[in-house]
């Protein structure tokens, strides 16, 4: 069984990868109380007043990364993972707890993916690549081999990495941007060839 923490648009899309799998959603927990259920599941506004049993685990459905991230140090639950059946996963890749992969996304051999990341639609993350904790790569982006994405960083819809590139921790890729050299910390980086232009501030 499984709880979804976060009722709103990606949490839609983990609850249809979650019936593929043929898990069992116990409910959703969202602190907005005029949600009171999403697509048939259940909604609360707070865990189990005992938490979570020893079956039980929890899947963040926030998009965010810096929420996740937040959510994520709060509760200090047993964590799931959600694969769509039509990923194609390396046997020879590895996913951390927490993390979603959603339809058609392909990951290559030798790649290791973070904890509570988000690998949206079509994305392709080839072989060799690391992949930090709560990252978000967008549908349709295609990072090439070798290519490490740090902490909390986004790359947006069909985003293109070359190989062997670094991106730091909390930088933002915009969408269509392609990436030719490396991406430091907390960057915001678009365009075609990218051009970095100016820098987030998280208060991490």
Known sequence: MIYLLGAGGHAKVVIEI??????????????NQDIKSLLGYPVFQTLPENGLDDESKMIICIGDNLTRRRLADKYLVTYDTAIHPSANLSLRSAIGEGT??????????????????????????????????????????????????GEGSHIGIGACVIPGIKIGKWATIGAGAVILKNVPDFAVVVGNPGKLIKYNQPKI
């Open 18 to 31: 979650l019936e593929k799998q043929k898990i069992i959603i116990s409910g959703l927990i969202d602190a």
């Open 100 to 149: 979603v992969i959603m339809a058609s996304v392909s990951v290559n051999c030798d790649t290791a993916i973070g904890k509570h990341v988000i690998l949206n639609t079509n994305c392709s993350v080839d072989h060799d690549c690391f992949i930090d904790n709560f990252v978000h790569i967008s549908p349709n982006a295609a990072l090439a081999g070798n290519v490490q994405v």
